[in-house]
């Protein structure tokens, strides 16, 4: 299992997918889950999926995106966020690596690989018990701290580039190129919400330019 450590609009699920394609389950699945986006009394049904009459609304069995990943790559992104009840039914999956849809009472078995995500500081989480330490120790068996944009040094002018590229293409410009006080200021700036900030502000200057140098006075 493998724990992306960073802050948010780092990239974590980028990272996650390189994992995927470089890994022994590349032919398999990526399945994603946003672990704070769904509502706690969802959460388990997500991911384990439910059978036939497990309660009024459940007409058919459903298969969960647990099972959904079975021989490619699970990613629970936000995992700092997920409840302390459904902390300890994903520490019993991780495990064992089985598990019962809800309702059910089949053992299901599947072969995923892990990747967790989390801005959070799980260790201080822990200590505050709102987050199980022995689930902490299970997730962690490979952190990986990605590290914020603006430390990034002179590689920031290249996620720029790219990014002008990128948009340059898509929105049918002519190639773009920034110019030296631009880029002085890329380096000197903060990005406190890291490459989704940077990639949001260059789509907004790419739609907007009509020249083929970006300049200081382009940004906000």
């Known amino acids: 299992t493998v724990l992306l450590l960073g802050e948010s609009g780092t990239g ?3 990272c996650a997918r390189a994992l995927h394609n470089l890994g022994q389950n590349k032919n398999g699945r990526f399945v994603a889950i946003n672990c ?3 509502p706690d009394t969802l959460l388990e049904s997500e991911l384990f999926g439910y059978e036939k009459g497990a309660f009024t609304d459940a007409k058919k069995r459903k298969i969960g995106l647990v099972e959904l990943a079975d021989g490619g790559t699970l990613f629970l992104d936000e995992v700092g966020d997920l409840p302390l009840p459904m902390q ?3 520490l019993r999956f991780l495990e064992s690596k089985t598990f019962r849809r809800v309702g059910g009472t089949m053992e299901v078995a599947v072969d ?4 967790s995500a989390t801005n959070l500081d799980l260790e201080d989480a822990t200590r505050q018990k709102k987050f ?3 689930l902490y120790y299970r997730l962690n068996v490979v952190p990986i701290k990605i590290t914020p944009l603006k430390a990034r040094g002179e590689d920031i002018l290249l996620v ?3 990014y002008l590229e990128r948009f340059a293409r898509k929105f049918r410009k002519p190639p773009l190129a920034m110019d030296d006080d631009t880029r002085e200021a890329f380096l000197m700036y903060d990005w406190p919400g ?3 900030e940077l990639k949001n502000l260059i789509e907004r200057v790419v739609v907007l330019s009509s020249d083929a140098v970006i300049t200081h006075d382009d940004f906000p």
């Open 12 to 14: 974590k699920e980028l």
């Open 132 to 134: 199980r330490q022995d």
């Open 88 to 90: 300890v039914k994903l």
């Open 36 to 38: 704070a986006a769904i």
């Open 112 to 115: 995923v690989l892990i990747i």
């Open 194 to 196: 890291n490459v989704r």
């Open 160 to 162: 720029a580039q790219h």
